[in-house]
């Protein structure tokens, strides 16, 4: 008996005590060491992966720009080519590839800057949460936005990558131009996947606003920064947290129950808006949906409708026309418009307004930008009103306001698109007409404003200065530069001297000369025969170091715009297809039965639109929408077009989102309730040009003979 417990527990009991001690060993130790050793691997590993896409992102960075300085180069050289070709018969270059080159640089430039847009966090969005949320829920809703928008890259630069395949394995070309199609459409799956890569990216990125501080080389505020950092939780932002699941959740369910699609698609897409997701996804997500699950077609159509949407001459005025702007908004151009504008009016009373009206006039029209105008010219405009007594809500709403002035005035980008945007018979309207028709509006715009800013003030209080012609005439000679170029554009494009791609491409040739030769040509013959002279390179406001930047902010801008119309028009193809348009007017008819009442409607909706959406949103998303209607109703396409125009132009400064009200409380440092109340009047008076404008098609229509 005692042999065999003796064996039992040698032979059992024992190894088994040692296999459930090795157990408990390893539970007690060793899965723990495991653990940590599974944790400091994953670490590493992501450590490693950061550091690797780094690297890539710097060197595709330093790619992008060179390949879009370039391009931007090259473009311009082409189409002044073509249009010397054109201007004298004697010129016989040939060169009738040159257009086509210019396209495809600029499909490239443009899908490279909405890259280089997503790595700058520049993409056009309209983010309510970020006024509503804390900060806690402001992060969470980032999430959430940037998340889906790498995701609906990613899935984009599947489909295009499928596209270009296709093209590749038939061999397509492009008409005569000798390069195969799809080295043209490589631009698509390679920007697209470097998107989705830098959206996820932004996920664990800070602030943008502290990022701009630390890359100007200024410390950002430490209270800031503290506050920044709270990580408490509202009861609004944990509904959030649980919102997007839920609508996903809530989405699948719909679609297995046989819901109402339509409502799916928009609800979702309402979320995303909500939340901040750039504008390009919102209008990608609803034509994947319609494409998908009410057209019942390919998504691979969706990459071939927006490269064959961006194959149109038309846009390439777009980025010209924004390099043009960037090259003299970077000079001293601001600073001459105003010294022009102050010295031939400012004496009178109610005088320096006047001057702010005309300045933001000039400037916009060059710049065309209205948020850019603000900053350059009421960062100057607005201290020196106050120093002259004019009140302060008065003169915030004054610099706010004017700026919207060059979106009239061509050249004018938003007119521009709208002319792509909304096409009669499948062509586009004509960009010229566009813009000779903006004129008349464009300065019965500036006259109501001139007029109330005359009599808004006391006269009696405001001083008559001397009238001072030496000055007017230094100032006119040193400001006289870019005026010209406002001149020049204008009756060239009237004349039919230029086309809209051509004046884009003169405007920037000529804005180089001026900044780097012209004026500092100028600057410097005034020196006269003083002994110690400056040298010619010291009075180039724009150092040629300082190119590179303008030209990669230019195209950034151009970017954000490029996507977004490239994939609404891929949107437009499908709603045209599905004659969603001809339904609405059907439905539209049955309600109003005459043109003055559509108009009334038209001009209430924009309106209101135009409260919450930006003026190139608005027209990339309802144009092709309301445009067949107003035809239907007998309205004019090229008035129709001002309407839509004069009525988002005073979107910019209607609350709860223009933008202008948001950049002037933020350069002048006052408060946005401050800013509201004082662009309250001006949204009156433009009102009131919106109703001529509307009633009276002449205003419109006959600088054009009609």
Not at 232 to 239: E, L
Not at 249 to 254: E, F, H, I, K
Not at 471 to 497: H, P, Q, R, T
Not at 523 to 535: I, L, V
Request: neutral net charge; glycine residues 8%; charged residues 15%.
């Amino acid at each position: 008996m005692g042999d065999l417990l003796q064996w039992l527990a040698n032979n059992i009991f024992l190894p088994f005590g040692r296999f459930w001690g090795f157990v408990w060993f390893f539970i007690r130790f060793g899965f723990s060491q495991l653990f940590f050793t599974i944790i400091m691997v994953i670490t590493f590993a992501l450590s490693v992966i950061k550091s690797v896409y780094k690297i890539v992102d710097k060197i595709v960075y330093e790619v992008e720009k060179v390949i879009i300085v370039l391009a931007l180069i090259v473009m311009t050289i082409a189409v002044l080519l073509v249009a010397v070709d054109r201007w004298f018969e004697w010129v016989n270059f040939g060169w009738f590839w040159l257009t086509k080159l210019a396209m495809f640089l600029m499909i490239w430039a443009g899908f490279m800057g909405a890259s280089v847009a997503t790595k700058r966090r520049e993409h056009i969005t309209i983010d309510i949460s970020s006024k509503v949320l804390t900060l806690k829920g402001g992060k969470i809703a980032t999430f959430f936005s940037q998340a889906f928008s790498a995701g609906f890259c990613f899935y984009m630069a599947k489909l295009s990558y499928l596209y270009m395949a296709e093209s590749f394995r038939y061999g397509d070309k492009e008409g005569v131009f000798p390069i195969p199609l799809w080295i043209i459409q490589l631009v698509l799956p390679i920007t697209l996947s470097m998107m989705g890569a830098r959206f996820i990216e932004n996920i664990f990125r800070g602030s943008k606003e502290n990022e701009d501080l630390e890359a100007s080389g200024i410390r950002p505020d430490p209270v800031v920064m503290k506050s920044g950092a709270d990580t408490s939780m509202a009861v609004k932002d944990i509904i959030l947290a649980g919102l997007f699941p839920g609508l996903v959740l809530g989405s699948l369910l719909a679609f297995k129950l046989s819901l109402s699609i339509g409502w799916l698609v928009f609800i979702n897409c309402l979320f995303l808006f909500f939340i901040g997701t750039p504008l390009f996804v919102l209008i990608g997500l609803a034509c994947v949906f319609c494409v998908i699950l009410i057209g019942n077609g390919d998504p691979i159509n969706i990459p071939i409708d927006m490269f064959d949407a961006v194959k149109k001459e038309t846009l390439l005025a777009i980025p010209l026309f924004i390099l043009a702007g960037g090259i003299m908004t970077a000079g001293s151009i601001s600073t001459k418009l105003i010294e022009t504008a102050k010295s031939i009016i400012g004496h009178l009373p109610g005088g320096l307004a006047v001057s702010t009206v005309l300045a933001c006039l000039f400037f916009a029209a060059i710049s065309g930008s209205s948020p850019v105008t603000v900053i350059a010219i009421g960062s100057i405009m607005f201290p020196a009103l106050l120093k002259e007594k004019y009140d302060e809500d008065f003169s915030l709403g004054l610099v706010s306001s004017a700026g919207t002035l060059g979106i009239l005035i061509p050249p004018s980008i938003p007119m521009i698109i709208y002319a792509i945007m909304a096409p009669v018979d499948g062509k586009a309207l004509s960009v010229r007409e566009l813009f000779v028709a903006g004129v008349i509006p464009g300065l019965l715009v500036v006259l109501i404003l001139c007029i109330y800013s005359i009599f808004k003030q006391d006269i009696a209080n405001l001083k008559v200065k001397k009238f001072d012609i030496k000055k007017v005439l230094s100032a006119s000679l040193e400001g006289s530069f870019s005026l010209i170029l406002i001149v020049l554009i204008f009756f060239g494009i009237y004349f039919g001297i230029f086309t809209a791609v051509e004046a884009a491409a003169v405007a920037v040739a000529y804005a180089a000369l001026v900044e780097f030769f012209l004026q500092p040509a100028l600057s410097y013959g005034r020196q006269g025969n003083a002994e110690t002279k400056q040298k010619f390179s010291s009075f180039i406001e724009m150092k040629p170091s300082e190119v590179p930047k303008v030209f990669l902010d230019s195209c950034s801008i151009m970017g954000a715009l490029f996507v977004i119309i490239v994939i609404a028009m891929a949107l437009n193809r499908f709603l045209c297809e599905e004659q969603i348009p001809q339904a609405a007017a059907a439905w539209l008819s049955a309600k109003v039965s005459t043109k003055i009442g559509f108009l009334f409607l038209v001009n209430i909706f924009l309106l209101l639109l135009g409260c919450v959406m930006d003026i190139i949103s608005a027209i990339l998303i309802v144009a092709p929408l309301l445009a067949p209607i107003a035809i239907y109703y007998g309205v004019d396409p090229i008035h129709f077009g001002i309407i839509f125009i004069v009525n988002l132009q005073i979107g910019y400064i209607t609350p709860p989102i223009g933008i202008n009200l948001f950049v002037a409380s933020g350069v002048f440092k006052k408060p946005i309730v401050q800013v509201i109340r004082g662009t309250l009047p001006f949204v009156a008076i433009l009102l009131i040009a919106l109703l001529i404008v509307t009633y009276v098609p002449a205003f419109s229509l006959i600088l054009l003979g009609r």
